[in-house]
């Protein structure tokens, strides 16, 4: 980084020039009378005070404080493996790691706007581009663009121009670098327990064919999908992966313009299908995370669970064998869609280390790092000009995917809606678990998309 080692020099001959006084003073009052020893001594403290607020911000200006709600096993794994590439190029910064525990962000994303309205930002921090990014960061002005890392990095060809044109993109300048993408709608499953019940899945699953499953799981004793909502965003996401298979990802971009209401027939019937989904659920749902839903699925408690694929770093984490202890489908109805939810990092306004967040920056944006972060974070690196040989089978899979389906962005991830609409979701979801009424549910979402700027 081009201005590590001004710093450092800088840390250095300041306390050089401190313990310098130090010395001085000291041979002086050996010599001297005692009140010439005290005024001196005064002097020095006075310098010394005088001096710390320099001292101490050379030295805080080797940190970088980087904010995310990055803990999980394969997550804070994943993280790390972007840490270390950052300190392989820039030894001698200090990262301090903000992650806010809580998946999805929904414990992370109320400390972040506090701390943005109190002027007191981390250097950067992670967010879904879209309406998450534009909304909550950009015109608020708590973002610097970064568009000159495009140009000098050459990354103006590197990473897909629909996300950076139309996600991250306001008045021709890009507010964030993209470190992985992920694809929300995937269904795990636990091989050997499909297996031992007789259950087969070949490439692609219908609702009928899952519902099957399920009930054979459930004749068997077994809680056919796993779910982990003590945040509920994980049962949102359910219903938005199945409300994809419904609709198709024309009838995604219908709803989310506003062309299609949501209590549409087919939102009705995705409601429906969610609340049927509901059925098959661990009984202790509300009390997991979303990764300790993944977990017991690997330990055969469940069979399946519709999740983003953040699961797949679990996978890794936990050493599991692709095909022999887990795998993997589309959501019901989903073939040919690719729900993104990519994982961007800002660069705050008044960023407290505004040189290490660029370094960072371009750290997450090189080849090195997003061939090091995806491999453990489930995602597929954002850039397009990677070594595939370096990625199992999920992510080849996924990179398939990626080039050939339709994409859509996620509402429940903050992307394709506002974040009223978002929490107005998370509240219906909440409230359908209990009263299983699919007009409120429906009817709560017109009003809410009416309320909203967008979706209309
Ligand atoms: C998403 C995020 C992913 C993953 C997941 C679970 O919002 O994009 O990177 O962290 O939450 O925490």
Request: charged share 25%; glycine share 6%; proline share 6%.
């Given at each position: 980084m081009r201005s590590i080692s001004p710093l450092v020099a800088l840390v250095r001959s300041a306390r050089g020039w401190r313990s310098d006084v130090g010395l001085r003073e000291t041979a002086r009052r050996r010599n001297s009378n005692r009140c010439r020893g005290l005024w001196l001594g005064l002097l020095g403290s006075l310098l010394a005070l005088w001096l710390a607020p320099f001292t101490s911000k050379a030295a805080d200006e080797n940190k970088l404080e980087v904010f995310s709600w990055w803990t999980s096993g394969g997550e804070a794994a994943a993280l790390e493996a972007l840490f270390s590439a950052f300190k392989t190029q820039n030894p001698g910064v200090d990262i301090v790691n903000a992650a806010v525990a809580g998946g999805g962000g929904s414990a992370a994303r109320p400390v972040l706007q506090t701390r943005l309205a109190g002027h007191n930002p981390p250097d950067t921090w992670q967010t879904h581009p879209g309406l998450e990014l534009?909304?909550?960061?950009?015109?608020?002005?708590?973002?610097?663009?970064?568009?000159?890392?495009?140009?000098?990095?050459?990354?103006?060809?590197?990473?897909?121009?629909?996300?950076v044109v139309s996600m991250m993109t306001k008045d021709r300048k890009i507010y964030a670098v993209l470190a992985g993408v992920h694809r929300g709608n995937v269904l795990w499953y636990n091989t050997k327990l499909l297996e031992a019940n007789g259950i087969k899945i070949s490439g692609r699953l219908t609702f009928d064919e899952f519902f099957a499953a399920c009930d054979k799981l459930k004749a068997a004793g077994i809680p056919a999908l796993g779910v982990g909502d003590s945040g509920i965003w994980t049962s949102a996401e359910l219903f938005e992966n199945t409300l994809l298979g419904v609709v198709g990802p024309q009838g995604w971009s219908k709803l989310?313009?506003?062309?299609?209401?949501?209590?549409?027939?087919?939102v009705k019937q995705a409601i429906k299908l969610f609340a049927k989904m509901l059925d098959y659920v661990n009984p202790d749902h509300s009390a997991l995370s979303w990764d300790q839903a993944i977990k017991a699925l690997m330990e055969g408690k469940v069979a399946f669970s519709s999740m983003g694929d953040w699961a797949d770093g679990e996978f890794v984490a936990a050493h599991k064998k692709e095909g022999e202890d887990f795998g993997w489908v589309n959501h019901p109805g989903t073939d040919g869609s690719f729900m993104v939810i990519a994982d961007g990092f800002t660069l705050a306004k008044n960023a407290p280390h505004k040189e290490a967040a660029l370094a960072w920056l371009k750290t997450i944006g090189s080849k090195e790092a997003q061939e090091a972060f995806s491999p453990l974070k489930g995602s597929i690196p954002?850039?397009?000009?990677?070594?595939?040989?370096?990625?199992?089978?999920?992510?080849?899979?996924?990179?398939?995917?990626?080039?050939?389906?339709?994409?859509?962005?996620?509402?429940?991830h903050g992307e394709a809606a506002p974040a009223a609409f978002q929490q107005v979701l998370n509240d219906v979801v909440t409230a359908f678990m209990v009263d299983k009424n699919v007009d409120n549910f429906a009817n709560t979402l017109v009003q809410a998309a009416r309320e909203s700027e967008s979706p209309k």
């Open positions: 534009m909304d909550q960061y950009v015109i608020p002005g708590y973002c610097e663009p970064v568009t000159d890392l495009y140009r000098t990095n050459g990354w103006d060809n590197a990473f897909p121009k629909n996300l989310f313009s506003g062309a299609m209401q949501w209590d549409d027939p087919q954002a850039r397009t000009d990677v070594d595939r040989s370096k990625f199992d089978g999920y992510h080849q899979w996924s990179m398939d995917s990626f080039a050939k389906d339709q994409l859509v962005a996620s509402c429940v």
